[in-house]
């Protein structure tokens, strides 16, 4: 498995449907992406994680894929698409495509024809049993059963999520050659980055029927060593972005480096969960969740020798949480110093950086009203589940849990402008609510302003690609430090060149001895304030020791 040198790159993640509406039907699109490359090239990111843009009923945001070689209608067509990758080559930035190898949606041919008949080759696809014993008793990851009944073939089939995606049987040779072809096409339209979603979950082979997250099953490595090598081996020149939620420390060096290598990066999950309810994950919420969490969760992967600086992928939001800054930052008067905190934080460590859209503005979560108002599957069925069936948490409980975490919050239109709907289209009404914060809050209003967030981010992408700092930042050792004042201390070091972080995430002042680590480089407050012993809200500094 080759890969380009990707270690000094910056991603950028984008949800299609909410990003911009090029043609006024309430829903984001190809060409609105097209319209604005411009932007991102200014901002500075050198590739665009696109979430799933085949053809789909939508059920889980595209995660349902009908065709894989095709487009959405909603989204545009394949010349879009051509396009797309055309244009963006020209700004050196490279597209990286989020292929589902788990599942495909219910009404992917395949699986229509799976359920014709038992004797159709296709059925052998994916996983039935005609009956299920006490150990197939497995649940969905989004709430129920993960067994569905279809009467015609008189057996139950397996999904892992919602049952509009159907698991694919990876024993079975034909599939690991069908997404095999399937890289190869986008490949042809000159998709150079490969996201891979949920790989950990493809091995299905539980002899003992006891596992029943289904990660890393047995034959996992087996099966998908075998795909990279038919859909790789002739591609020197791409990205390969394992996605496995979760992941550990010791599973990621194992799975990304050495024999048993089955990805060349992983995104880091670490902090994925602060914050989360401890039964009832993204569906729920701890308000004990404590901020120190940021940095022991991520101390053994940035101390760790056998991890690279290429290995791993860091974020602080994606499409499956909510925005960073409702989260763990404050969304009022340090609203501007708690999203570049983050953002300082995610930057000063190992690990290629990736941002979620409208993260560089610190977006906020929306505010949804009650049920009515949600989209996601996963949602949806918390609700079902959670309230109706659990009885966990009432229904306005509910509707208050997934306002902090739920993953709708981080999939509302792009806020471009303090015009109508954000500026995201020319009025007609987006498919889902906008933030109530654009007016205040919007690209144009900070690209004005020297010191928003939206610059901020300008600068620390900057700062990382420049060549005084370019080795200290992507190459050099990293070593997290709490200290007994409660802020963070991040060293990076190369040869004899150290760049000091200090980082403040509480919403109060901590006091130093001395705070002089060196020469600043960036600080999270705009002022040049300079307190030998105070950092106040938020504030976080880098340093060139
Ligand atoms: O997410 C996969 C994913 O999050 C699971 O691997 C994880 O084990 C689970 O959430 C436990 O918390 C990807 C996509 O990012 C997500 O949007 C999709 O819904 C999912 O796959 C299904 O395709």
Not at 219 to 240: H, R, S
Not at 475 to 504: C, H, P, W
Request: a positive charge; proline letters at 3%.
């Amino acid at each position: 498995m080759k890969q380009k040198l990707w270690k000094n790159k910056v991603i950028y993640q984008i949800f299609p449907r909410s990003f911009y509406d090029s043609d006024n039907d309430g829903n984001g699109d190809i060409r609105g992406i097209i319209n604005k490359l411009n932007y991102l090239s200014d901002l500075g990111i050198d590739a665009i994680w696109l979430c799933p843009v085949y053809d789909t009923d939508f059920a889980d945001a595209g995660y349902d894929v009908k065709n894989y070689k095709s487009i959405w209608k909603i989204f545009g067509d394949l010349n879009d698409f051509e396009e797309l990758t055309r244009k963006a080559k020209l700004l050196n930035i490279n597209i990286i495509m989020d292929i589902v190898l788990n599942h495909v949606s219910s009404k992917h041919p395949w699986f229509k024809k799976a359920c014709l008949s038992s004797k159709n080759i296709e059925h052998n696809y994916f996983i039935w049993r005609d009956k299920l014993s006490k150990n197939e008793k497995a649940n969905s990851i989004f709430g129920g059963s993960a067994w569905e009944y279809v009467k015609s073939v008189d057996k139950y089939y397996f999904h892992l999520f919602s049952k509009e995606q159907v698991d694919l049987n990876w024993e079975h040779p034909d599939t690991i050659k069908a997404m095999a072809d399937i890289i190869d096409f986008w490949y042809k339209l000159g998709v150079r980055g490969f996201r891979l979603d949920a790989i950990k979950h493809i091995s299905k082979v539980f002899p003992d029927g006891k596992n029943n997250d289904f990660s890393w099953g047995p034959t996992a490595v087996k099966q998908l060593q075998k795909f990279n090598e038919i859909a790789f081996k002739d591609k020197k020149d791409i990205f390969i972005l394992g996605e496995s939620s979760g992941i550990s420390k010791a599973e990621a060096i194992k799975y990304g480096t050495g024999k048993q290598k089955i990805s060349s990066n992983f995104y880091n999950f670490a902090w994925w969960s602060i914050g989360w309810g401890k039964e009832t994950g993204r569906n729920g919420y701890d308000p004990s969740w404590d901020y120190k969490d940021f940095l022991l969760k991520m101390k053994s992967f940035q101390e760790s020798k056998k991890i690279p600086p290429d290995l791993m992928t860091n974020f602080l939001s994606n499409h499956d949480t909510s925005r960073a800054i409702s989260r763990w930052g404050d969304e009022n008067i340090f609203h501007n110093e708690s999203a570049k905190t983050l953002a300082l934080l995610q930057f000063s460590l190992k690990g290629i950086p990736c941002i979620y859209y409208g993260e560089e503005i610190g977006m906020l979560n929306p505010k949804f009203l009650s049920k009515n108002e949600f989209k996601d599957v996963d949602a949806l069925n918390a609700y079902k589940l959670l309230v109706g069936k659990r009885k966990i948490y009432s229904d306005s409980e509910m509707t208050k849990y997934l306002n902090i975490n739920g993953r709708d919050n981080s999939r509302t239109p792009m806020s471009w402008s303090d015009d109508i709907n954000a500026g995201f289209n020319d009025g007609h009404l987006p498919w889902i609510k906008n933030g109530f914060d654009y007016k205040t809050n919007n690209v144009k209003k900070q690209l004005k302003d020297k010191d928003s967030i939206l610059n901020f981010y300008k600068k620390i992408i900057k700062i990382r690609n420049s060549n005084k700092y370019k080795k200290i930042l992507v190459d050099g050792e990293s070593k997290m430090q709490l200290l007994n004042n409660g802020a963070f201390k991040i060293t990076r070091k190369y040869n004899d060149k150290k760049i000091i972080v200090i980082v403040n995430l509480q919403k109060i002042y901590v006091k130093f001895k001395n705070l002089d680590y060196g020469k600043k480089i960036i600080s999270s407050w705009s002022d040049n304030k300079k307190s030998k012993n105070i950092l106040r809200p938020y504030e976080s500094i880098m340093f060139l020791e």
